[in-house]
């Protein structure tokens, strides 16, 4: 036996031929996390993998006029979102689906499956709220009804 042989990844190994075929315990490693992954997610909490808890990404901007939720949807379509508004939640929700079946895929750190985010609002005219999706952007503008512009004072802070 030639010392080549001992190292792992040296070219034209058996072992390299071997891992081609596949790994039965790397097999056995990705279906634990798989199914994990899953368990949890239907508690909305967080596992090991690479998506946050809260998927969308969301910034939430409020000026006198208006509030703006900008969330961060990439590879998805108009289509796959569903954007709601009821009892002061503005809902954002739909699925991402994979490109590929689990039996194709070696390794994969993307996200898939639904999600949904529920953030409050308050004082918005229900009316005139627009959504715009543009390149995996999701845009939400909900205008505040000029009473609710009114409810706010400017306080001027004085030094001592």
Excluded at 96 to 122: A, H, L, V, W
């Amino acid at each position: 036996m030639a010392l080549r042989d001992l190292i792992p990844w040296n070219n034209g190994s058996r072992d390299m031929q071997y891992s081609q075929q596949g790994n039965p315990f790397l097999a056995l490693h990705r279906e634990m996390n798989r199914l994990f992954d899953e368990t949890f997610r239907a508690f909305d909490v967080d596992t090991f993998g690479p998506h946050p808890m809260g998927w969308p990404s969301v910034e939430v901007n409020e000026t006198d006029k208006e509030v703006k939720v900008v969330a961060e949807l990439p590879g998805l379509e108009e289509k796959d979102v569903q954007v709601e508004l009821a009892n002061g939640v503005l809902r954002i929700s739909g699925e991402k689906k994979s490109e590929t079946e689990d039996k194709e895929r070696r390794f994969s750190e993307r996200y898939y499956g639904r999600f949904e985010r529920r953030i409050p609002m308050e004082d918005v005219d229900q009316e005139k709220v627009a959504a715009k999706f543009d390149k995996g952007v999701l845009t939400v503008t909900l205008p505040k009804p000029p009473a609710a512009q009114q409810k706010v004072k400017r306080i001027a802070i004085n030094g001592k």
